[in-house]
Every structure is written in structure tokens, then in C-alpha cells.
């Protein structure tokens, strides 16, 4: 009986686990089947993300008063003009010299390199003798006096302190007018940390560096330095794609950027920049950091063209306290310079070296040595490689790219905010003359770099700039953040700073901009506005009246300087292109109406030089009179050989010199 029991429940037993296996195996394969038919629905959805490109942007800026479309940086058009450029090295050989900055004892150390000298001296047992000479500054600060005499040195040596410059010199100790190599070194001394920063008291301070770089559009940015571009896209990267220029050329773009002045009102309320003495007198943003305990620093490439010094007095007293102009006057007469053929105006190689190496490893050194210390302000900027062909960008974008990762390995973008940007786009040449050209010149690029304790401290702030990446914004505008930026560091109760003086609407891009702003409350004036469209006009009679009406403006103006007796009066060639300003409401299809008085943008070129000019001009064509003001109209190509009979920074644009007419 016990045992047939025994059988029988181990018989339930079994059926019981038989009967368990077929349920849990029922149950885990409608689970296979459901997750199965999950897994897959799911990864369909991801594949069809990824598949699914982004709709193409439209619009920069597209809000109810300013629509800026989108510009395809690689359309059919520009693609057929369009040559990325090939870096050309200025020196194929190692450096025998090279320096060093050591943090123990911060010094600036001299190395020889043995084996690069050897190489040299072809493998021989010569001797050979390494000398600097320090840049010695001069009286004007805008120059250097001369080369100290010479001072050999052997390796490992240490710079003292106060040498800034240096042009060194490896000879043959036999023969010492055979030069191994030449070079030059600029160097940034550490400074002690002033008293009242070594216990910092108050809100913490940003420092801030503007890596500039001529003529540069934020559509060709996009076509020429993509690697750069896809970086900038990086957290705490802020683009400002309704950023739009206010003036023609660079010296008024950026004089308001740092003193928030157009060049007339400065002339009627602070000083005439072209007298000797008015930009030391300028309230410019550097004095505003430096009343703030910033460290300042500033440099820029090619001393002929440079912002300040292009027809311009410069400066009578040293501007900040790293300047690098007196550096570069020394490279540019002690060093060999070499220029592009096909560019024969900007120094392309001063030495072994790129003119703009110089100027943004200043940039590096001036950043390295004390942004982890102390807040600094300094603007770094580089003209050769993009002023004159713009295309030549596409070559330097790897050395570009290149500093922004020095920046980002250091660990200094997390204690400065970067803003990279650029005063104007092409201003001349291949690209002015596309259907897009107008944009590629009123569109500089500029980028906004936030570090991550500043986005925590001051989200409102990253917020708005997030916002205002899509909104219209001018010079004038940056001009307010930057002084933002300088009270944010002072005392809560310390005083506001005066705001841009010629654009009373305009804010601190920390601050929404108003949905509904126009070009006149960004401080922008009509020709250089890109938020309303323009139509194309057909060869209508009153076309050319508008050109001749325009003309006659020119040269009156040419009367009005005093100037006749040296530009020729001008005479209509033939019109490239007549535009009428139109409603952004208005469809394209309908029939366009003759109307008694609108704006126009035309586009022309004089018989004198084949000069091409572009103006913005209310016409009326009942009294068939022009309202232009000649100093806004652009001249859209070279014009260096055409006025060399003048030195007025703006008549240049529009005088062709009886003396340097050309027959026909």
C-alpha cells in the first residue's frame, strides 16, 4: 500500500512538472514572439531616424519682421567656382630652435636640437654659434626702435623676464655668414597675481578671448573649414546666425563692436579717429576690462592693414598690457617675407612661419599663462589667409581647428567664454557676384562659447543666447554683452555701464531680443539690412535713371571732399542687376507694379576702370531724384590700384585717380 502510494505520487509529481514545463514553455514563447516583435518594431523606428534626414533649414532668421533665408554653402552655383586651396608650408625644415615655457620656475626655455643641427652642417664636425636679439621697443607704441645687440646662448638656456621678442640666429662658427637657420619668438611673461585678486571677493569673473578672423561668412565658414564648423557645434556653442554686419569694411565693424561708436557719431561726440591721438582717447571695451582687474591682450597680423593703422593714426600710448604691434613691425622688416604669387599684397610667411602663427600662439600663450589665475580679456586676429581670396580658409582649417583644441586640452574653455567671430563676409570678387552674394557679405560668422560654471551660475543667460541664435543681432548688440560680461565680475551695487551709443534699442545678447525687431532697432542701416527680400527687376526704363541718379550723387561727392581735381567724374557703363525692395508677404508671382517712390539695391559698373558698385537708393520716378548716402554704397571689387592719388579711407572706395586711369 506504502509503496503503491510512493508510485502514484511520484506518477502526480511528474505529471505535475510535465504540466509546469508546457505552461512556462507556452508562456516564454508568447514572450519570445512578443519581444521579438518588439525588438523588431523598435529597430525599425531607430533605422527610420536614421534614414530619415533632417528637413533642410530654410531660414537663419525667419521671425514677423526679418526673414534672412538659408544660404546652401555647396549649391550648383558656388560648386562651380568653388577650389579648396592647399596649405602652403613657409619652411620644410625642423626647428633647430625651440622654446618652452617651464611652469616650476616660469621661464621661457631655449632648446637646440643637436641632431637638426648636424643634419645642418652635413654630417660634419663644424662648429657653430646661436645668438638672439631682443625687439626692443619704441617711443611710439605702435613700432620698435630697433635689435639689441647679441647675445649667444647654449641650450637649456633660460629668457630673462623682460624680453618679450627675439630674432635668433644659428651661424657657422668659421664662417659665420653662412646661417644655419633663423627664427623668431615671442613670449608671453608671467606676471605676479595682483593683491586684490588673491583673495577674489564678489561673483566669480569670466574671462574673455576673441579669436577674429577677416572676411569670413558664416555660410562659407561652412564650405570652407566644415571640420571647424562640426566642432563649433559642440556643447556650450551658441551660433548667432541672425548676426548681420552695420557697416562696409572692417575698421567701423569692429570699432563697434569695442566702443559701440559708428565713426561719425565718434567724430561729433567723442574724437575724430583719423586725427593722431583719438583712439587712445576712445572709451574701448579693453579699458572697461581692465578698471574690472582684467589682464588685457591684443594682436593682429599684417601692420599695413591692420584696423587700427590702415589709413588710421594708431595709437600714441600701449594700448593694453600684452601688445603685439611693435612684435610684428620687427618680424615684418627683420624677417624674410614671403607673399603668395597669386596674392601678392598680404605677407603670407614672415620667416619660417605663417604672419597669423604668430598671432593666435600669442593668443595660446597669453590664455595658458594666466586665464587659471586671473581673468583676462584679449582679441587675437588674423588677416592674410582670408582677406583676399575666399577660398584660401579651406587650407588653414586643420591649423584653425588645431588651436581650438589647444584651448580645449589646457582646460581653458572651462574659465572663458570664446567668441569666434569675423567683421564682414567677402566684400569683393567671385563670390559678391552670385545670386546669394549680398548675404555672403552681410553675414559674418560669429559663435559664442559659454564654459559650463557660467551656464550653471547664469542659466537665464545660456537660455537667451539659445533664443537669440535665430534672432536679428548687430555689432552694437555684442558690444552690450561684452560690457555685460564686465559687470557681471563687479560689485552688485557698482554702476551700469553705458550702453552702445549709436544703437539705443540694442541689449546684451544675455537678454531675449524682441521677436519682432527690425534691422533700424538692431542699429543696422537699409544697405546692409538682409531680413527683407528684394526682387529682381526686368530692363525697365527707369533703371537706368536710378544708376545715372546714383552716379551724380558719386560725383558730387567727389565736389563735396574737395576731390575733383584728382578722382575723375564717373560715367555708367552698363547695370548688372536692379532690385526692388518687396514685402515678405507678397507672392512672388504677382505681377510687380510700377510705384512713385521705393528702395532699390543696383548693382552697376562705371566706364572708368570697369569699377562695380552696389547702392541702396530711394528712388522717386515721378521727379526722377535719388536719395543715397555715397559712403554706404560698396564697392564690390578691388580697388587698390585705382586711388593710389588719395589717402581718405572711405573716397578710396569710390575715386578713380586721373592718374591711374587706364586706356581702354
Known sequence: MESRFRANHQLFKFLGLCYFLLIFGFVIYRSNISWDTHFKRSTKNILLRLSSSPEPQQYYVKTSKCQIPYVDPFNAEVMKIYKPQTLVKCSNETDLIRTEYNEKIRRHVLHIDDKVALKLLNFTDEEYNCFYQEIEYGNNADNYDNLKARKYFTNGYQVPQHVEGII????????????????????????????????????????????????????????????????????????????????????????????????????????????????????????????????????????????????????SKKPMDYYFRPLLTALESEMDVYRLPEHDYMRYCLGRRMANRYIYDYGLQFTQRFVHERPIWGMFWSNHFSHDDPFMPSAMQDIVLGDLLDFHEDGDFEEMIMIFFADHGTRFGRLTWLKEGFLEERLPMMFIYLPPWFRDSYPSFAQALELNQHRLSSNFDLHNTLKHIVEIGGTPDGPNLPRSFDCPTCQSLFYPLPEDRTCSQAGIEEHWCTCQPYRTLKRQAWVEYIADSVIDRMNEYFVHKNLSDLCSNLTLGYIHKAEIKSDPNIEWHEELKEVETAVYRIKFKVEQNSADFQATVVYNNSTQEAEVNVEKISRTNTYKEDSTCIDDKLAKLYCICFSDLKSD
Open 168 to 315: 635668433v640666429e644659428c651661424q657657422m662658427a668659421e664662417d659665420p655668414e653662412v646661417v644655419l637657420q633663423k627664427d623668431a619668438f615671442m613670449f608671453i611673461q608671467h606676471r605676479p597675481l595682483p593683491k586684490e585678486l588673491k583673495k577674489p571677493r564678489g561673483p566669480r569673473k569670466p574671462s574673455v578671448i576673441m579669436y577674429g578672423i577677416d572676411s569670413l561668412s558664416r555660410i562659407n565658414i561652412r564650405r570652407t573649414m566644415p571640420k571647424v564648423f562640426k566642432y563649433l557645434q559642440g556643447p556650450g556653442w551658441y551660433e548667432m546666425q541672425g548676426y548681420n554686419k552695420v557697416a562696409d569694411n572692417s575698421f567701423p565693424n569692429i570699432l563697434a563692436i569695442l566702443s559701440g561708436y559708428s565713426e561719425g557719431t565718434a567724430k561729433q561726440q567723442v574724437c575724430d579717429t583719423n586725427k593722431a591721438g583719438c583712439l587712445d582717447e576712445m572709451p574701448m571695451i579693453w579699458k572697461y576690462f581692465k578698471n574690472a582687474s582684467y589682464l588685457t591682450g591684443y594682436a593682429e597680423d599684417e601692420s599695413g592693414s591692420n584696423h587700427f593703422n590702415y589709413l588710421k593714426p594708431g595709437f
